[in-house]
């Protein structure tokens, strides 16, 4: 059992409140997933910078800083808690093998143009706390508050996962085929950094968008091709798509305004929502992809 939650914005109206929504939300959802959290915002396209969103593990954040300007161009870098978010200039195949070669104890949690990733193990209200999530500005986000099943609490083992340019993914469900799934995914070329279920269907997701085909096929495919139960909410530069499977045992409901979506695995994570009383609420139909702004 874990919690999910997402708002996209369809006015500028909230986007200097985005951050304040989101936390409420996942707070309200550490009930449902008291292990870790973790949250991507999406925020307007850099023009020139590509941004990476990175966890330090316990490296030393002064001598990183120091050592990575004398490998890539940086615009900025900036630290929150143990996160860094880095932009650069240098296209991301120079940048990921540089951080890759010479800083293997730090992980890359997402990259593009819009995204900035953050997440950590622990109660979701003191991860909400640490970076200090009210304060962010944006045009969507997602997030995660998860109880752990099939691999260890650690922050590789936490949501969102992010295994392409701007995309990412959390997950409420347990995916029963993901070993077999993991291993012909990194015949293909994608990497993961975990033993989670979650991971493999971020990969499966970024290996289909590679390949061209739309987000709405890729997930419909993915009713065949993933087996087992889960609500997912993929997040992609425009906006974000929710899929429930369709025997539908996990649970998830909608609320639309004019001014927003929300979605969150209890409705009681969206209640301290602007008009959320005059919302359109419904449950997600099983095997149907919604999406907004894709």
Excluded at 163 to 190: A, F, M, Q, W
Excluded at 278 to 288: M, T
Aim: aromatic share 8%.
């Amino acid at each position: 059992m874990c919690g999910i939650v997402g708002i996209y914005l369809k006015s500028k109206r909230f986007e200097g409140s985005l951050g304040n929504m989101l936390s409420d939300m996942l707070i309200n959802m550490g009930s449902r997933g008291p292990d870790s959290a973790g949250f991507a915002i999406y925020k307007e396209d850099e023009e020139e910078n590509f941004k990476y969103s990175l966890c330090l593990n316990g490296a030393d954040y002064e001598k990183f800083k120091k050592e990575i300007l004398n490998k890539i161009t940086i615009s900025k870098i900036e630290k929150n808690s143990d996160h860094v978010i880095m932009k650069s200039k240098d296209h991301p195949s120079v940048v990921i093998k540089v951080l890759n070669k010479n800083f293997k104890e730090i992980s890359i949690v997402g990259y593009g143009k819009s995204i900035e990733i953050f997440k950590q193990v622990g109660e979701p209200k003191d991860v909400v706390k640490k970076f200090n999530l009210q304060s962010f500005s944006g045009t969507h986000g997602i997030g995660h508050t998860r109880m752990a099943t099939e691999s260890a609490i650690t922050t590789d083992g936490s949501h969102p996962y992010s295994t392409g340019e701007d995309e990412c993914l959390v997950h409420n469900g347990s995916l029963s085929n993901h070993n077999n799934l993991r291993r012909k995914l990194k015949k293909g070329g994608i990497n993961f950094n975990s033993e989670n279920d979650t991971e493999v269907a971020a990969g499966y997701i970024s290996k289909n968008l590679s390949n061209k085909k739309s987000l709405n096929d890729t997930l419909k495919d993915g009713l065949k091709d993933l087996d087992g139960f889960y609500t997912f909410i993929t997040g992609t530069r425009k906006g974000f798509a929710v899929l429930r499977d369709e025997i539908a045992c996990k649970p998830a409901v909608i609320a639309e305004t004019d001014d927003y979506v929300a979605i969150a695995s209890e409705f009681q994570a969206m209640a301290h929502l602007p008009n959320v009383n005059n919302a359109k609420i419904f449950e997600p139909e099983p095997g149907v992809v919604y999406s907004w702004g894709n």
